[in-house]
């Protein structure tokens, strides 16, 4: 009976949580798509604008267009799931601190872990730096936190008890290599780092603190940490 009074508040704060939590997210989304248009790069997590300007035709201005349209079908939907409670300015002023709350400890627990601060070969000042940091903060989180572990996550609660502690040793494993997949990443392709043992250490530390914000916190909150740490250590 008490395990039943304990679960309607928990299942409701997930409920109401997961209706907002995209919501969150847009002001990220669109800044990136509106912006990236301009650049020659975009993050490699990033399947959707190659897409839209393809769909476009390469003009610019109806890819923006594109774009604009898709937010507003989101707000929509949002506005409606939410029932109003998606798109409070409070709302949005909650999670960008929260973000920057983040997003220091990131850099602070990341720098103790290793030692010293990592930020990568690739420097990028002003618009697209800012602009690349917002789409590494939108796309990296939905591939790797809200695909890649909450598919795995998901499908190991399939497979094992849940709340068990088998579970929860083989969910927060998972967690520990989605982190070293994330960190993995950085070394791929023409872009990529020359591979170093601290400085995949460090991305992979930063990979499951984004983990645990995801986890406890939501999708919306691990992407406005994301954003606010690559801004903070790329372009300021």
């Known amino acids: 009976m008490a395990a039943a009074n304990r679960r309607p508040p928990l299942t409701t704060h997930r409920h109401t949580s997961d209706k907002v939590d995209l919501a969150l997210t847009l002001p990220v989304f669109l800044a990136y798509h509106l912006g990236v248009v301009f650049l020659n790069v975009r993050n490699g997590s990033d399947l959707v604008t190659g897409e839209l300007m393809q769909v476009a035709e390469g003009n610019k201005a109806v890819y923006l267009l594109l774009t604009l349209a898709i937010g507003v079908a989101?707000?929509?939907?949002?506005a409606w799931l939410g029932r109003g409670q998606a798109f409070r300015v409070t709302r949005f002023?909650?999670?960008a601190i929260e973000g920057i709350v983040y997003a220091f400890l990131m850099r602070a627990v990341g720098s103790y872990v290793v030692g010293s601060m990592f930020a990568g070969k690739?420097?990028?000042?002003?618009?697209?730096?800012?602009?690349?940091?917002?789409?590494?903060?939108?796309?990296?989180?939905?591939?790797?936190?809200a695909i890649l572990f909450g598919g795995g996550a998901w499908f190991l609660r399939k497979l094992t008890f849940a709340g068990t502690i088998r579970g929860t040793i083989m969910t927060w494993g998972w967690a520990l290599a989605c982190a070293a997949i994330f960190s993995a990443i950085h070394y791929v392709g023409p872009?990529?780092?020359?591979?170093?043992?601290?400085?995949f250490v460090f991305r992979m530390v930063l990979g499951m603190a984004l983990t645990v914000i995801f986890v406890f916190r939501g999708f919306a909150a691990a992407v406005w940490a994301h954003a606010f740490y690559d801004i903070w250590v790329l372009v300021l």
Do not use: K
């Open 93 to 95: 002023v909650q999670i």
């Open 122 to 145: 690739v420097s990028l000042h002003g618009f697209p730096g800012v602009v690349m940091s917002l789409g590494a903060g939108f796309y990296e989180e939905l591939t790797f936190r």
């Open 191 to 199: 872009l990529g780092d020359t591979f170093n043992l601290q400085s």
């Open 74 to 78: 989101f707000a929509g939907v949002f």
